[in-house]
């Protein structure tokens, strides 16, 4: 019988929680907190920091800042991107990759992603580009790199920037090339959930001197390289990132190739587990995606080849001890924010070339409808883990009957 309804349950030991620290983190907080250099530019740990994951990510610079959301608004500024300027993006992502464009004053052009990696798709990018389009900002979602190859040619061919929004994707790589090294710029997410993280924090990656300046000069209220400190060069603010997260950083960032390690390959291994299943589609990993950084283990499931609908399955797997959840209920241009042009100070005129009501994405739509998401933390553990998530999936197809009969049950009790 399921958990759900009395049954035991396939799983009671907690999975790995999140984050993981130590004795390091400690240490170097406290040596941080008695230097008393707290600030980037008293201090040295974000400056080692950024030197380290640059190299880790294969680029000649990276610049720490304040978290992912603003990596990505520093990223478009410093490419020049303004109003009137239209970005597309992808509809299924978090807020931030879209709501970064209205902050750089352009605007968000949804173009859909692919049903199969959950990735925004090449064919919807060149549909969506205008003589405006100016930039991609292709999402590596769960921790997979999009279809860089494509996306590059399309942007040479249109001379458009790219920038990676790499949130999910520290350690990642395609074609064995490090996320945030492909696309002219790459912006990450150091936010409580992210594999690598101080709570808030984010970076932007370049091997562009010019563009690595400008990042650097628009994160510090626009001041520039050998100039004075009250001298201010461009419309900008304080976005630096500080020295107790750069101490963190150092820490975690000692961690990130092994967990990235344990991550892939538990992952690969519950995909092969889960494959045979009915019903559910795993995210597809083309051969060019050499690493998967698993920030989500993420799937569809079609509730008519699986037998039971979504919702009712991720209730059956939190009783079976397997934390999950539906990601996000909405695509992007249905968040009423972009319904109803909710978009503050900024675009005031060119948003009214644009109506979201419009935007099409039912791929983003059906995956909404249909995700499971299981976090990053899950797979930090051993392949037994990895069994057991199978041996929950497997048992609720087996009882997939006493779901719909469960299901039908709630409603009736709903509508008395
Ligand atoms: C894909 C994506 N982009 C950007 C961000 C924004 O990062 P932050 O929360 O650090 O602002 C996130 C964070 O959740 C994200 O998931």
């Known amino acids: 019988m399921l958990a759900l309804f009395g049954g035991k349950p396939v799983r009671s030991t907690p999975f790995p929680t999140w984050p993981i620290f130590g004795a390091p983190e400690e240490q170097r907080l406290l040596q941080t907190l008695r230097s008393g250099q707290w600030g980037k530019l008293d201090g040295l740990e974000v400056a080692e920091f950024e030197k380290r994951f640059a190299a880790l990510h294969g680029c000649k610079h990276a610049i720490g800042v304040v978290n992912g959301t603003v990596s990505l608004r520093i990223a478009l500024l410093a490419a020049g991107i303004g109003a009137e300027d239209e970005v597309i993006v992808p509809p299924y992502t978090f807020f931030s990759t879209a709501s970064a464009v209205i902050e750089a004053n352009a605007i968000p052009v949804f173009a859909d992603i692919d049903l199969d990696t959950f990735n925004i798709d090449p064919r919807a990018i060149k549909s969506a580009i205008t003589p405006r389009t100016k930039a991609i900002i292709p999402v590596h979602f769960a921790g997979q790199i999009a279809d860089m190859d494509a996306i590059m040619s399309i942007a040479k061919e249109h001379d458009l920037v790219v920038i990676e929004d790499a949130a999910h994707a520290h350690g990642a790589s395609h074609h064995n090339r490090p996320a945030g090294s492909i696309g002219h710029m790459g912006s990450f997410s150091f936010q409580s959930s992210k594999n690598l993280t101080a709570g808030e924090g984010g970076i932007i990656t370049t091997s562009n001197d010019d563009l690595a300046e400008a990042c650097r000069s628009i994160h510090n209220c626009g001041r520039v390289t050998g100039g004075i400190w009250y001298e201010h060069h461009v419309f900008s603010g304080n976005y630096r990132l500080g020295e107790f997260q750069g101490a963190i950083l150092n820490c975690q960032i000692d961690r990130l190739e092994e967990q990235t390690h344990t991550r892939h390959d538990n992952g690969k291994y519950l995909s092969s587990l889960l494959d045979d299943l009915p019903g559910l589609h795993m995210q597809k990993r083309p051969p060019e995606a050499t690493r998967h950084s698993y920030h989500l283990f993420m799937l569809r499931l079609d509730p008519a080849l699986f037998g039971a609908p979504r919702n009712s399955v991720l209730r059956a797997l939190e ?91 709630t409603t009736a009790t709903e509508a008395r």
């Not at 972009?338 to 109506?355: C, I, M």
């Open 319 to 409: 009783a079976e001890g397997i934390p999950c959840s539906a990601g996000y209920g909405l695509s992007l241009p249905d968040q009423p924010m972009f319904r109803n042009k909710a978009f503050g100070p900024y675009l005031p005129t060119a948003s009214g070339r644009l109506d979201y009501r419009e935007s099409c994405c039912p791929n983003s739509d059906l995956v909404c409808e249909q995700c499971i998401w299981l976090e990053q933390n899950l797979f930090l553990g051993s392949r037994a883990d990895m069994d057991d998530i199978a041996a929950a999936f497997e048992k609720i197809y087996e009882h997939r009957d006493s779901l719909k009969a469960g299901a039908r049950s």
